[in-house]
């Protein structure tokens, strides 16, 4: 199995910062990566697919980079509404698997 | 409007049978993938399977193979997954997915609101 290793695991950050969240594949995936946003008690949320192809509806705050084994997501301004859990995801093979999680708290 | 609409939450006994649904409107439901999603309680989350509900062709991560069964029902857009004999350790959300294709690979895109599932004695 592809591991999915993201860092760091939490973050504190005031609005306004900028915040990237890096993501490790155990092997290289191309750009078979896909990032997710999930609030307390809700269901996740799509953001990017291809390593760095915004869903849509997803504003452009949220960008994403990488290929090959390293990934990252970015939101260059960090909105109260964007405190949340973000988690990334590989679907280059099966089974597809996800990073554990990067919790973004607000300072 | 894309939706995906799960069934609402259950308790259940260890060792009971226990089958719940994702129904999916506002597109063609033959045409997409449907996955499911666990996610444990405080933890990350899994992936199970997938179904192609035009012809019911599946896939399951090797955690998941036999411990659930991923079915569709394609004349009421209703996906489901289903346990035979529950556990306590099957306590859980279950979130089902879209799935949208790219050549050989399939990324995900609209998420059902979630059903949990608690096992309890």
């Known amino acids: 199995d592809i591991q999915m290793t993201q860092s760091p695991s939490s973050l504190s950050a005031s609005v306004g910062d900028r915040v990237t969240i890096t993501c490790r594949a155990s092997?290289?995936?191309?750009?078979?990566l896909a990032w997710f946003q999930q609030k307390p008690g809700k269901a996740p949320k799509s953001l990017i697919y291809?390593?760095?192809s915004l869903q849509s509806g997803v504003p452009s705050k949220f960008s994403g980079s990488g290929s090959g084994t390293d990934f990252t997501l970015t939101i260059s301004s960090l909105q109260p509404e964007d405190f949340a859990t973000y988690y990334c995801?590989?679907?280059?093979?099966?089974?597809?698997?996800f990073g554990q999680g990067t919790k973004v708290e607000i300072k | 409007e894309v939706q995906l609409v799960q069934s609402g939450a259950e308790v259940k006994k260890p060792g009971e049978s226990l089958k719940i649904s994702c129904k999916g409107s506002?597109?063609?439901?033959?045409?997409?993938?449907i996955g499911w999603v666990r996610q444990m309680p405080g933890k990350g989350l899994e992936w199970m399977g997938i179904?192609?509900?035009?012809?019911?062709?599946?896939r399951y991560s090797p955690s998941f193979q036999g411990q659930v069964t991923i079915s569709a029902d394609k004349s009421i857009s209703t996906a489901y997954l289903q346990w035979s004999s529950l556990k306590a350790s099957d306590t859980a959300m279950y979130y089902c997915?879209?799935?949208?294709?790219?050549?050989?690979?399939?990324?995900?895109?609209?998420w059902g609101q979630g059903t949990l599932v608690t096992v309890s004695s």
């Open positions: 506002g597109y063609s439901f033959t045409s997409y993938w």
């Open positions: 179904i192609y509900p035009g012809d019911s062709d599946t």
């Open positions: 291809a390593a760095s």
């Open positions: 995801q590989q679907y280059n093979s099966y089974p597809w698997t």
């Open positions: 997915v879209r799935l949208i294709p790219v050549s050989w690979h399939r990324y995900f895109d609209y």
């Open positions: 092997q290289g995936i191309s750009n078979y």
